[in-house]
């Protein structure tokens, strides 16, 4: 009797479990996901300026547009190196104090050669941040990535610490290297001062000049050609690392 009870409950579980419906797959169900896309640089860098304009001033805006402007017409776009001219060499030291030289760095490989403002400027600190993770990318085209700026020494080792940077950080004092390089320019004097204000740039830069350069990025091959130009008078605008890939690439066609 007992076998038979068991055997009857057996069956009727197997009748239920088989009447029961089938739940379907939704179409979010049976949806295959795809990677969440990165941003480029430059969208970053866009958000960032989007933030700015919501919540700046009017008048801070037109001061910033204005020199923006001044930039563009100053001449100092025409004047820059560009592809096909020469690099001119130079010796900087780094943030700890060591003397380093492109001539050195080109006998490696080519070079991939970008300034920065300062660790003052949040477009700055979104770009060196863009470099260090493309860093691998570039040297695996056999590229070594130096940068310069016109920061003393010990604001410079600030910055490379603060973005955890494992290429070059190079103190170009007065812009030296940057005027031989045909980028550097005025600041108009509202910009000048509501730099002076905001943030002490002449204790940044260690002088009271006013000058800083592009945010300019080269692409140097080991004659010391320059292969690849990125200048644009609009500081919020920078080289896309994608591009700069692109042209390490095509040193090798």
């Known amino acids: 009797m007992r076998n038979i009870a068991l055997f009857s409950l057996s069956l ?11 739940k379907k797959e939704t179409p979010m169900e049976n949806k295959t996901e795809l990677p969440v896309e990165e941003s480029s640089l430059q969208e ?6 989007a933030d700015f304009n919501a919540k700046a001033s009017d008048e801070k805006k037109k001061i ?6 001044a930039v563009s017409e100053s001449g100092v776009l025409q004047n820059a190196k560009n592809v096909g001219d020469q690099a001119p060499d130079f010796t ?8 380093v030289s492109l001539g050195d760095y080109l006998q490696k490989g080519p070079v991939v050669l970008t300034w920065y403002r300062g660790g003052w400027c949040p477009y700055c ?15 695996a085209e056999g590229a070594n990535l130096l940068a310069l700026t016109p920061e003393l020494p010990d604001k410079s080792i600030s910055t490379k610490e603060k973005n955890e940077l494992e290429f070059e950080v190079l103190s170009d004092i007065s812009n030296t ?3 031989e ?21 002449h204790g940044y830069n260690g002088d009271e000049s006013d000058e800083l350069p592009l945010a300019a990025t080269y692409v140097i091959d080991t004659d010391g050609k320059i292969t690849y ?7 919020r605008n920078r080289a896309e690392p994608s591009e700069i890939i692109a042209a390490l690439q095509a040193l090798k066609k």
Do not use: M, R, W
């Not at 600190?125 to 040297?139: I, V």
């Open 12 to 22: 009727l579980f197997t009748v239920l479990v088989s009447c029961t419906p089938k």
């Open 44 to 49: 970053t860098l866009d958000a960032k300026k």
């Open 64 to 69: 910033y547009a204005e020199g923006i402007a």
């Open 92 to 99: 900087l030291k780094n943030a700890l104090g060591d003397e």
């Open 125 to 139: 600190n979104l770009t060196l941040n863009s470099l260090q993770s493309e860093l691998p990318n570039f040297q």
């Open 177 to 179: 290297i940057g005027k």
């Open 181 to 201: 390089y045909g980028i550097v320019y005025q600041l108009t004097d509202e910009v000048a001062d509501s730099y002076q204000k905001g943030f002490d740039l």
């Open 229 to 235: 130009a990125f200048l644009d008078a609009e500081y």
